[in-house]
């Protein structure tokens, strides 16, 4: 394997480590098992298990990124429903573990592992904002992320807890979002 197609390897194979056991899983040593390396293999590449969860970010981010920038896109267009914006990132967040995997890094103080979902955020700001648009987007994309990285944490815990249905967080947010772009009627 070249060391892009090594890479690559073990990003996968971490992805698939977070959605199916969780970050804290995503270790070298499981890592390298998985694609039949060494651990000092993914040393070579990632420098360490932080280079690893930076890479992990950095895709995730992106891709998330990028559908939901897409997804804003056909809500402009007609083509799709606010709430299915919202239900479409609060699903992104807890299915490819982006929000556990924020939470893991943010809580073992390895904040600069973030610096790719900070640059996937401004990018959907920058990608969803039309010239003389003056709403503000970046205060309802800081608002709708933090969300969904709550409820991809704890929102089923939370629903039941207050007697409510999962779902009822789409709401939620559908409403604070548009109360934000001035937009709530």
């Known amino acids: 394997m070249s060391p892009e197609q090594s890479r690559a390897a073990a990003v996968a194979a971490a992805r698939e480590l977070l ?3 969780g970050m804290g899983s995503v270790t070298l040593k499981a890592v390298a098992a998985k694609i039949h390396r060494t ?3 993914l040393l070579h590449h990632f420098g360490s298990v932080d280079g690893l969860h930076a890479a992990l970010a950095d895709e995730i981010a992106h891709e998330v990124a990028s559908s939901i ?3 804003i896109g056909n809500y402009r267009a007609g083509k799709t429903k606010l709430r299915h914006v919202v239900e479409e990132m609060f699903t992104a967040f807890r299915e490819q573990g982006l929000g556990e995997l924020i ?3 943010v809580l073992s103080r390895r904040r600069e592992a973030l610096a790719a979902v900070e640059s996937a955020v401004s990018e959907v700001v920058e990608a969803i904002t039309e010239p003389g648009d003056d709403r ?3 205060k309802a994309t ?3 992320v933090l969300l969904a990285i709550g409820d991809a944490l704890v929102g ?3 629903a039941r807890a207050t007697g409510n249905e999962h779902s009822a967080a789409h709401e939620i947010a559908v409403k604070q979002i548009l109360a934000v772009l001035g937009e709530l009627k």
Do not use: C, F, Q, Y
Request: hydrophobic share 40%; glycine share 10%.
């Open 136 to 138: 503000p987007l970046d």
């Open 156 to 158: 089923e815990e939370i």
């Open 19 to 21: 959605r199916d056991k």
């Open 39 to 41: 651990h000092a293999n």
């Open 142 to 144: 800081m608002g709708l």
């Open 103 to 105: 939470a893991w890094v």
């Open 69 to 71: 920038t897409g997804s």
